[in-house]
Nanobody
């Protein structure tokens, strides 16, 4: 059974905003949670991660535009996406693992729990 559930995707014009949500079970402890995306013919790209202690990590491609946050009381991880570009079009995934996040999400191979993915489409 899927333990992570993304929502909030959709279509938006370039320059617009979207906010993704990821619900996780309150009975499961995930120290590190993050967001990834993937498009056909391209490797999965780590975008952002956040530890339970509040430490945040971002990929260069989204720094200054995307913001990751986590509401432990609501068991929800968020990704606020602003100033969206057509190249942001992808299937977005929520992921988690029980260890400390790597400061470079691209090198963090510990993610072992994944959502089903949600489509984000940005038109020019």
């Amino acid at each position: 059974q899927v333990q992570l559930a993304e929502s909030g995707g959709g279509s938006v014009q370039a320059g617009g905003s979207l906010k993704l949500s990821c619900k996780y079970p309150e009975t499961v402890s995930y120290y590190c949670m993050g967001w990834f995306r993937q498009t056909p013919g391209r490797e999965r790209e780590g975008l952002a991660s956040r530890d339970q202690d509040g430490t945040r990590n971002y990929a260069d491609s989204v720094k200054g535009r995307f913001t990751i946050s986590r509401d432990n009381a609501e068991n929800t991880l968020y990704l606020q996406m602003d100033s969206l570009k057509p190249e942001d079009t992808a299937l977005y995934y929520c992921a988690a693992h029980p260890f400390v996040c790597d400061s470079d999400i691209a090198r963090d191979t510990q993610f072992n729990t994944w959502g089903q993915g949600i489509q984000v489409t940005v038109s020019a």
